[in-house]
């Protein structure tokens, strides 16, 4: 073969080799939306929902879900994992008054964690879950830790607290701010998310010391 031959062959493998991004943005797109589908079925009616069911939901077919998910396990396990990636840019950022975006936070967390139902409880409960799920589930329990202890020192801060923040304001947010907070709210004393928000608000403020709130 001539060397300008074996150029061009080398020339068109490139060019079949490397990625399209066209092909590619429209594979994620299709992906996001399954995972997208597959958490809201699964957040409402837990995690026993079979791959027919999960198929019917993103509105495709069980070849098309296998041919981006290998097992059930992984499609429930990548659906819960774009949930947490997506749980902090939904909180505010702090400008101007810091109390005001306290409240807002308090009101944002209650208002995500009222759209999330048996899937997540089960899914933060049982001790028996596949490996995958397992993962996803430590994840998320460092992720929204990570998310309270970020609340926690911006709060902190903008109130000029000295030092480190008190560790018992840090376990106030952490639990008015959880869904079990939300769920016991909504499901034992039949108040809306909005109580939630208004009682976690109360709780944080009574935490910090008096002369910071006045």
């Known amino acids: 073969m001539s060397y300008v031959a074996l150029l061009s062959v080398k020339r068109y493998a490139r060019r079949v080799a490397a990625p399209n ?47 981006h998910f290998e097992t059930r396990e992984k499609l429930l396990a990548a659906a819960f994992e774009a949930g947490i990636t997506g749980y902090r840019s939904q909180l505010p950022s702090l400008e101007g008054d810091v109390l005001a975006w306290l409240r807002a936070t308090c009101e944002s967390a209650h208002r995500m964690n009222s759209t999330i139902g048996p899937g997540f409880f089960e899914l933060a409960s049982r001790t028996d879950l596949p490996a995958d799920l397992e993962a996803a589930e430590a994840r998320r329990r460092q992720e929204f830790r990570g998310a309270m202890a970020d609340i926690t020192a911006t709060l902190w801060r903008a109130l000029d607290g000295a030092g480190d923040p008190p560790e018992a304001l840090g376990t106030t947010i952490t639990a008015h701010l959880s869904p079990h907070f939300t769920a016991a709210l909504t499901i034992d004393a039949a108040q809306g998310w909005e109580a939630a928000a208004d009682l976690a608000y109360r709780a944080i403020t009574a935490a910090l010391p008096p002369a910071m709130v006045r």
Do not use: I, N, W
């Open 21 to 67: 991004p066209v092909a590619q943005a429209k594979r994620q797109a299709v992906v996001d939306h399954l995972l997208a589908a597959t958490r809201r079925l699964v957040l409402q009616h837990g995690l026993d929902a079979t791959m027919d069911q999960l198929a019917e939901a993103g509105g495709v077919s069980r070849r098309t879900l296998f041919r």
